[in-house]
């Protein structure tokens, strides 16, 4: 398939005529005019929302017309041709016009350039009348009963630059099917299939807030459901993590493996990442796809990366050592694919914060200098002499390093030591520098990050809304039909589109949300309830059905026998999750207990069999598909731990019986399960599961920070690795290698790296990098470890220490930080008032939801047995209205900080609100959002 | 003189007449019943303002009544007799009666409880009637022409617990002056001296935002001055760290005095706290007194100091050794006077955050916990051992000490080292821990002490403005004249109280803030203006007088010659600026160069002949006056070092030329006064200004900060040297003492401490143990020192560092942190509004402001000098309706985010707001700041 061009006549060939040029939310355009023979050239336009429109000619790029309107029409240009024009509608509410002085050959390059601002278009009158044009000297109402569109007039398809609006035209079709326009434009037909899986493609990125522009012929919409597939997502990332993977086996490996295996495999990825691109680009319209600079990043990053791999190839062909430089650019194929959105918007965090971190950076380090400067007139010339012997701040330069460590606080207080010792009064020049540099500087730092976070935070979550409420616009335009006065969606529409966007779930979870957007069931949805579809799909609806326990089935009498009751009774009983609690304590306490005595391992027995009990009367009270339901984290969890934990404990007394394997491992995995188990005591208390909930609910973002942390970390442990690799190297213990005490080296004779026995903190292979680094990023004793690589190398190697904590210990952690901060704020925000969409509302107001409340996990089951109780001791007429079944919001904290703030937002903006235009909305800057007079109440 | 009681027959007295009783702004309560012979009790109250006030029978404490109204009357009740009671007036709101069942002898005993809630009064008539009573057998309306009130009938002074109001009560001198009430009533006396003094009082309160209760009789107010003056206050505060800093010269001494010395001070300090309580009670109502646990808390303290002086004084005599354990209360001091409002307001905030900080303290510990276990299971048998040698995770309780330490990464990556040179996969165990512990669960920490922070500031400035809202009004109440229709302040009351609140300002400046208060020179000042003028004594107004150079004056031809006028045009430009920077520059290098070079040497006379000259230039170019105007900081800053190092580089030279005399003392402060002239190269660059003035801004709350680090420095160095005194013995370098290299202390032979030459980190003096206290708070090798004193003592010992590192790193440091969020904060979104009030907007409009974008240091000068220059070329005429004076407000930025809070709060309640009633402004509460809907404004 090519890449589809902007020829119109083909495309409107496709859609199947001029009315699906009408469907699209955006502003909508129609172009026409005349063939070049005719004198006068037209351009008329209806925009039916808020828009900055530029028209250019499309061979040429000149300029045609500017034309801002802001306006909400409820209706849609049906379709343009001679007749249909003069019925021109009030609620059409731009139009203009514009015609070539001169009739010509090849005319298009003489279009005039008629700049029509929104001042101009005034309040927007119906017709625009040629005055309003004085530079031309032909023009022509839309007034009337005449209209300038001739037959043979060829269609134009104006493109946009830089915006994913679709402009399409057409005069062609409404000419071959003048006579059904009429009726056409009182009653829609059906959407056609593909109409549907266009619509569906919109809900499906509001849903999950993609924002991918795809062209949307038919054609296109395949191909981008084909890319959008959640398996091909996955092979992308699968090929993206294998690509940095490589890393593990190339020299210097922690697995070797021949060179040719690893670059046939980089090439194989690269091949990957080169299909993905170019399904991309049949998706996306091709000006997009050129301006978008991760596209050129990628491409540019494949090509440098074969070029290297040829490069390197060829000289190790002749066995010339060379730097496999590419290998530092892999990460930028995780960044840059459009999925991982998240840690971009990471990385833009940190380059706004950037200009404002610098400032604060380098007065920092005029602090630094200053303090250093005064450090060797107080000290430089006193022969004091560290712990090591050396002497103590004579040279300028390591000073600095000495005092830029201070302000980690790493080599405090024995940076002091010897002038302390000397007179106690130096130690206030140290305890000066400490005060100002770390606590201040250091919380200047992350007030600045944090500052710049919440500002972009909130001005990224604005766009994604308005993006959102576009997508679903769209979306509606293309399904709706007329009912009445309103145009609304018909429920079988409404129907096949949820079924194409969200093939899993329920029929009665369908038939809920169908009862939510259509209250009063009328058949159709209007267009206001159409648009909360993304909302309703993405609020996880739990469908809870009262079944009753299998046994019951089975053997009724037996179940309900009082022995069985009671048993029942007892489980469900408060006192019962005590007595478990109390028993995992005092298995804390054996576990705490010497393990040699035969008692305590005997116990372990007892332990594990009354865990089993546990399960196993939990099951035999509650109903096994709700206990072990998809949410039931902790009873998944429970299980789980015991069953491992009984498999291995098992394993390991099999093997130890056999024969004298060494089964640590099996070992270790046990005693982690046994441990693991004690996290059970967290849950049942309330204050506790609070914290815990939402720590665990930070968890997915969390990730976004591991993306941003595994980029830089690889990055700098490739730089690490072709710096000092092998430079330091590791005996174990037993060895007797005389080099072992000096890391195998002799210049870290007597320094404190190799008396600490850091040897096993080097770069020699991705691993131990990433050790390292991790231990960089903690930043205690950071300086023992660059001393350590600057005595193997140069003192210049400190660079590499000093960057690397900049970059993070200075600018992710804080984001971190700011990041655990902020969501901690709005968990506290939403701790005090609840903020319930309409949606969770209907629900309750429809009787079918749970109160949330009610629904913490054990309760959960209580509660649902008490009802069904109830249903079996007579109460089941309440219940037949909802057949059962009944609703549950999964969660009303909501996974994300973002996906909070963004339902606070939309909760804000009306529902008749259609937002700005595309084009201003991505344009949307953070300072917009600072209230012009900060209040008392959003100040502090 | 005696505390006074409340007898308010010699309160009405002093008072001078009922007319007194009608001054104060709050609840004004007339109560007034027959003597017991009389079969009716009446109690009579009118509410001016919003109040909840319960009565109850002052003997008894028995409940009378309890009332709630909210109304806003804007007469004041002139005096209560039976004549005028008949003349109860639409605007007085609140009225009611109880009468006692049966007359009796000692009737009040068996005054009847009657409770009339806010529901009962309803729409607060004007008439209470008897039905309203139900419980009571007699009642009478207080319509008609008929008053309960009777003479002979008694008085009595009924006090609202808690709070600050005054009730007064009279009906004995408006029967004896009767014939003159009726004219009171319309037209107001000249308001006395007394009065005056009262209404200051308020007004100096309200700006300075004092809330001390203080009674209202005119001895007491006298008083009141007295115990405010600023010398009291200053000499308390030197008594405080008097008191405080014995510690110095007691046993264990940094400069020892004998015991008579020190215990002496102490009592004399004692007897200084003493009489200021004593003078306190004096000026505060008894009850107020005897209900603030302050007070309690200091009398307190002073018993037990003297309990403790008598004890060890008497033990010592015997020479027994004992404990000075009272030393340990002296921060007391500091804390409870009421000065230290600050300080006890950032404890409130600690205790304020500590259940929250608990639980996810707990659950942090339980971490801990869980991972000891764990680390028990997977290291403890396998036999490896520290870089000390020592076994390595054998012992559970040392187990969960290092991890403990871990969270504070002191030792990592030390404590890995072993279990990660064995197999580098346990190093997952400890990164895993780093990520939950030290990066979750500490970020936690800062959220939840940041958020408590957030939410009291705003609780704390609500209740602050509302303070000072109802002292203004109390004040204006005093004060006020009826003129036409309202009531207001006569322009001679106005100067006159101003004269008396502050007493140092210019004439002019008062003349600007009258034409602020009375914009149409009516010649008086209405109520709405009248309120503001706390925030207008606020304004740090600077008056800027355009004076002549003294040179001009005494020789003008020379001035004024062309010569002159070139280097005055040579001075003010930009370009001499930079030079000067250049030279700063280059004397920066010179300085980080070697000294010993003679070359170098002589080069600093040149330095700091160049820095004389471009100040005597600059003295020359501007008006010496304007020069080293107050607000003129660098010029200040500037002329402050050179001299100072003028005159030490000089000494140091004679020193040097005459003996070898060590002068290593002048040396060094030469250095440092050499470097700081580097700190202008700062403030040349406008962006590092902008973050220098918020650090500066941010310096007054910082010394809060310092005041609650001393108290907890304080008391844990006490506890420290009882604990550790001399078990650390530091040894000088050059002592040949076996014991100095294990800091004289067998026990630590071989230990990390002494080998890390820890020996001056000791508690064997207060000093050393302030040193030591900060290097607990940096963290870093923490775990070193509290194994040293573990090892010298017992290892229960870890928990006294536990403790410091929970109290001060957890907690003071993370409130620290939350306070330089929030200042840069509050910093930022002003940068990108300015807020103005009115009174800057009034200043502006009177056309006498200069804006304050062009008074940046050097172009203020610059500015006053062109209009100067204008003003002598001719355009005087329009300068000559201000006088030649010009006003400018010191500076926009506030000194601190409380102080910006609090405009902001005060900008949005309306002038006409008077704000709740006293009573519910001490019972606010934070969790009302919580909108009910967070909106996505002050969400994030």
Redo the contacts between chains.
Sequence with gaps: MTVPAPDTKRAVRQRGGVKKACTPAAPFIVIAWPDSTHSAKCVCFVFRTEAAVKLRDATQGQLLLTVSVKAKASRCLEDVSEDRCPQWLPEWVGAGCALSTEPRQGAREHLPTASVSSKHLGPLSRFLHFSYFPTLKAGFHLSGRRCPLRSGSSTKFLEMPGTTEELEASNEAPLAGEGSSDKISLEREQPTEEDLLLAAAYVYDAQYNRNIPFETSPQSIRFYYLYSHWAMQVATYFFIFLNLSLALFEEPAVYPLPFLATSLTEVLCLCVFFGRLVQFAKVTPRTVFWKDTKNICIMLTILLTLLDLIIYGSLRVFNIHSVRWSRFLRPLFLINFPESRQIRRAFRSIRNTLPEVL??F??LM?NVL?FS??A???FG?RNLKT?EGSSYFTN?LDIMFDLYVLVT??????V??PA??LD?RY?LFF?TY?VIN???FM??F???V??NY?KH??NEIRKLAYMKRHKMIKAFNILKAKEGTEFVVKEVQWKRLVKIVAPDISNSHRELLLRISDEEQKGYVDKKCFLRLADLLNIQVITIKFKRHPLEMWMPHVYKSSGSLFIQKVVQHRVFVWIYDVIIVIN?VF??LD?KNPFISYAEWVFLSLYIIEILLKLYTYEPKTFFARNQFWNWFDSLIIIAALMATAANAAIKSAVEYNSQQIL?IV??LR?LR??R??DSIQ??RV??TT?INIIPTMLTFGGLVLVVYYMFAIIGMELFQDKIQ?F??SSTDPHAVDCGNPALKDSTFA????C??NFNDL??SF?VL??LT????WHVIADGFALVTHQAAKLFFIAFHIVVVILI?NI??AF???????E???E??E?ETTIEKKIQELGMGIQEENVSDGQLIDNMETNENNLSGGGEMQRQSSKGLFFRIASKRYRT?DAL?QR??ES?ISPEDEGPSLDEILNLSP?DM???????????
């Design positions: 400032y604060v380098l007065l005029f200053m400067l005064m060797l007139k107080l010339d712990v300028i606080t790493a080599n405090s207080p024995d002091m030591m302390y010792d106690w130690s305890i400490i770390t606590y201040i919380s200047v992350l007030a600045v944090y500052n919440r935070i909130k804390a576990i705490a393990e270790d005693f982690i441990l004690l996290i005591i967290v204050r506790f914290i815990m720590l590791f174990s213990e008396r600490s026995r850091y096993k903190n691993a131990s050790i991790m231990e903690v930043v205690n004793q952690v971190f930080v655990i901060l902020e969501a901690f704020f709005v506290y925000s939403l005090k008032s903020i900080v703030l606070m937002f804000e300072s600072y209230p012009k007079n900060p209040t008392f109440e959003n100040s502090a």
